[in-house]
């Protein structure tokens, strides 16, 4: 079982930055790949960015790629989303999800089986 926990969501101005974290129970958390999700109001959860779980690699969606940095910290039990350079496209809530099946790089919520219960950002714009 993993319980995750986001934090670091909030109001920012267009062409500010936010960093997001998620805080992970569980004692075989870096063996896990990690992603994070967003879900805006009235549409489905999109794929955001996820990390192998050593850290090793790293994919972003098209439309964060420069922009968002994922990293991790397996020694705190901890996953990071660096977001730059935000425009009002990006308010959503944040979730971060962990896959524990041992497989490749997933970028839908099919392919991960835990979440936080997310964190919202809003930009203005």
């Known amino acids: 079982q993993v319980h995750l926990v986001e934090s670091g969501g909030g109001l920012v101005q267009a062409g500010g930055s936010l960093r997001l974290s998620c805080a992970a129970s569980?004692?075989?958390?870096?063996?896990?790949?990690l992603a994070w999700f967003r879900q805006a109001p009235g549409k489905e959860r999109e794929f955001v960015a996820t990390?192998?779980?050593?850290?090793?690699?790293?994919y972003y969606a098209d439309n964060v790629k420069g922009r968002f940095t994922i990293s991790r910290d397996n020694a705190k039990n901890k996953v990071y989303l660096q977001m730059n350079s935000l425009n009002a496209e990006d308010t959503a809530v944040y979730y971060c999800?962990?896959?524990?099946?041992?497989?490749?790089?997933?970028?839908?919520?099919?392919?991960?089986?835990?979440w936080g219960q997310g964190t919202q950002v809003t930009v203005s714009s």
């Open positions: 569980g004692r075989i958390f870096s063996t896990y790949n």
């Open positions: 999800a962990v896959d524990s099946s041992y497989s490749g790089l997933g970028v839908t919520p099919t392919d991960y089986d835990y």
């Open positions: 990390i192998r779980w050593s850290g090793s690699r790293t």
